[in-house]
């Protein structure tokens, strides 16, 4: 039998060496996932941000938007100018829980 020869030592050595390299893999391998899981949450975040900017910047958007402002404002005006007091809803005999 082999007793405590260097060879003996040098695969110990080795083994060590895997273990403690594996764990770093494993390390990395955690700290990627992350990183990839936070690449797409910012991914997401630029994606709706930029849609807010295209839309911000639409000219047919503010066109619409403006329209639907216009609408508004004559709704609560009278023929001369002077702003009305929008009606009370019609009060119907049930009530809401």
Known sequence: MLSASPINHVVL???????LLQSEVNVLRAKLEDSESLKAEYHSALVAAENRLERSQSTIVHEVEGKGKNQEREEFMDGKGEVRKPSSPAVSGSVFV
């Open 13 to 19: 050595i080795s083994l060590s060496q895997r273990v």
